[in-house]
C-alpha cells in the first residue's frame, strides 16, 4: 500500500490530520505497522478511531515510549555492567580464571536452565571467536598457548543471555553468594531479574512497544520489600522497581530517577496507569520523600 493510500485509510478510519505533507512525511519514516501499534487505546472500536483523535495525539504516545524506552536500556544496561562485574569476579575468586570452562563447577541441569553447560560454553566461545575486539587480540598475541579467555575477559563478550544463564547455572550457594553479596537479594529474585532483564533489553533493542505492554517474562515479586505489596508484575512498573533494587552504583538511582520523573513530567498526558504505576508511585519511586509530579 502506497504511502498516499495509507493516509487516506487513516482519514477513512476518523483520525484527524490537520496537514497531509506532514502526515505523509511520518508514514515515510514510520512504518505503518509500527505505528498501528499506537492506535488502539484511541479505538473503542475496530479500525475506528474516537471521536476527535489526531495523528499528534498517536505520535504523543509513540513519542514517549520512545523516551521511556530509552530511560529504560539506560538503566539495565548499569545493571548489566554490574551483574557481569559480579559474577565473573565471584567465579574468578573461587574457581580460577578459566572456571567458567568446567561443568563440575556448575549445576546446568536444573530445568530452569534450559541449555546444558557444552551448549552454553559453545555458543559462548562461537561468539568470543567472531569477535574482533582489540583486548582479545590483546591476549591472545600475548598468552599463545591459552585457547580460552580468562573469565573477566570473557564475560565482556557475553551478551547478557549467556551471562543469565551462567548465573542460573551456579550451584544454588553460589548464586545466592553473589546475590546477597552485592545486590542484597534473595538469589531466586536475582535469576527471575535477570531472566525479565534480558527480556527487556531485547524490546529496547528492537525499538518495539514497550509502555503498556504485558510482560511475558515477569519478575518474581519482592514479598519481603512493602514497596512491591500490590504490584502488578506483568507491567513496567515493576520493572522500574527492579531497576531501583539492582542499581547500586553511587548517586546512579537518584540520577536515573530524576530522568523518570522529568520524563513524566515533558510527557504528563499519558495515563501512567496503564504501565502499573500506583496511585502513591511517588513515595515508593522516592521512598517517602515527596517528589513533586
Not at 505523509?24 to 492506535?39: A, K, M, P, T, W
Not at 552485592?182 to 525499538?207: E, G
Amino acid at each position: 500500500m502506497s504511502f498516499e493510500k495509507q493516509l487516506h485509510l487513516l482519514k477513512e478510519r476518523g483520525l484527524k490530520i490537520s496537514n497531509d505533507k506532514h502526515a505523509l512525511h511520518v508514514l515515510e519514516h514510520i512504518n505503518y505497522y509500527r505505528l498501528s501499534g499506537y492506535f488502539l487505546p484511541f479505538q473503542s472500536r475496530k479500525d475506528t478511531f474516537d471521536d476527535g483523535i489526531r495523528l499528534d495525539d498517536i505520535l504523543y504516545l509513540y513519542e514517549f515510549d520512545g523516551a521511556l524506552r530509552n530511560l529504560l536500556a539506560e538503566g539495565l544496561a548499569r545493571i548489566e555492567v554490574s551483574s557481569k562485574t559480579q559474577i565473573a569476579h565471584y567465579i574468578a575468586l573461587k574457581y580460577g580464571a578459566f572456571g567458567y570452562i568446567k561443568d563440575s563447577h556448575f549445576d546446568f541441569k536444573k530445568p530452569q536452565v534450559h541449555i546444558s553447560h557444552e551448549e552454553w560454553l559453545r555458543k559462548v566461545r562461537h561468539n568470543i571467536a567472531r569477535s574482533h575486539e582489540s583486548f582479545k587480540r590483546h591476549f591472545f598475541q600475548k598468552y599463545h598457548s591459552e585457547t580460552d579467555l580468562p573469565i573477566w575477559i570473557a564475560v565482556e563478550l557475553m551478551s547478557f543471555g549467556d551471562v543469565s544463564h551462567l548465573y542460573r547455572g551456579l550451584r544454588k550457594q553460589d548464586r545466592q553468594d553473589v546475590a546477597r553479596g552485592y545486590f542484597q537479594i534473595d538469589q531466586k529474585l536475582m535469576c527471575s531479574w535477570l531472566h525479565t532483564i534480558v527480556y527487556i533489553r531485547n524490546i529496547c533493542a528492537h525499538h518495539s512497544r514497550i509502555w503498556n505492554r504485558q510482560l511475558a517474562i515477569r519478575p518474581l515479586l519482592n514479598k519481603k520489600d512493602t514497596n512491591w505489596h500490590g504490584v502488578d508484575n506483568s507491567k513496567i512498573f515493576a520493572v522500574i522497581l527492579l531497576i531501583k533494587k539492582m542499581i547500586h552504583f553511587q548517586g546512579k538511582w537518584d540520577e536515573w530517577s530524576g530522568k523518570l520523573l522529568l520524563m513524566l513530567s515533558d510527557f504528563s498526558r499519558i495515563d501512567i496507569s496503564k504501565m502499573g504505576f500506583p496511585s502513591n508511585w511517588r513515595e515508593v519511586i522516592f521512598d517517602g520523600k515527596g517528589a513533586i509530579y
